[in-house]
């Protein structure tokens, strides 16, 4: 074969391997992430186990908007999401609860779901405040709650109750800081949820919208309602 001929041929592979090669790689990573999907919609939630034992949510009661008093029983039989915010939150909350509206938006008619937004700024957030903050998001369930009460009772709730962290800090804006998280609660009152791609589970989905992911957890977190709502 000439030198001619050997020149041509490899810069055919050359050509072969920038034009086909990338796209060969993006269809396996493309069907990798399909069959994952795939395989995390056929696996069930997990429950979250501390010390043995599989976590509850305690039981408390606190004022609603309607300045009804709500408890977990109200939630008993409903699949329901839980967050910490306060309404003259400037930052995270509200991206928190434009989400949340989202899953409203899907799951709101259903009288088997509910929603129970905890303020962790109650001497503020007294229930006609927290009607109004409801109103400006078109709530329309009747099933979600907006719920204020003593200070002690939210915060020990959301720290040792939910192990989702809150806490009152004159240093950043607003002058309270918390986690962004949304906690998935089944029928009966336990903390569920998915898997990591390690097969822990993840605890808790973010509720602030994420940069550079295939997923928002908010999406994943409206897959698995719709999982535990068929339990």
Not at 172 to 177: K, R, T
Request: charged content about 20%.
């Amino acid at each position: 074969m000439s030198k001619l001929k050997y020149v041509g041929l490899f810069l055919v592979i050359i050509i072969f391997g920038i034009v086909f090669i990338p796209k060969i790689l993006n269809r396996i990573t493309d069907q990798t992430i399909v069959e994952s999907n795939r395989s995390q919609s056929a696996v069930p939630l997990n429950y979250i186990v501390l010390n043995g034992e599989a976590k509850k949510v305690p039981e408390f009661t606190l004022f609603n908007q309607d300045s009804l008093l709500i408890s977990n029983e109200d939630f008993s039989g409903k699949v329901y999401v839980a967050e910490f915010f306060f309404t003259s939150c400037p930052s995270i909350c509200p991206i928190m609860n434009k989400n949340m509206k989202r899953i409203e938006d899907r799951f709101g008619s259903r009288m088997d779901f509910g929603i129970a937004s905890f303020s962790i700024d109650p001497d503020h957030d007294t229930p006609s405040v927290l009607k109004a903050y409801a109103e400006s998001y078109n709530v329309f369930s009747q099933n979600w709650h907006f719920l204020t009460g003593e200070k002690d009772v939210i915060y020990n709730l959301a720290n040792n109750g939910f192990n989702i962290f809150a806490s009152v800090n004159p240093r950043v804006a607003g002058g309270f800081e918390h986690q962004g998280y949304f906690a998935l609660i089944d029928k009966n009152g336990f903390i569920r949820s998915r898997s990591d791609q390690f097969g822990n589970p993840i605890v808790y989905y973010m509720g602030l919208d994420e940069i550079d992911v295939e997923i928002q957890e908010v999406d994943m977190l409206m897959e698995d309602i719709d999982k535990l709502l068929k339990e």
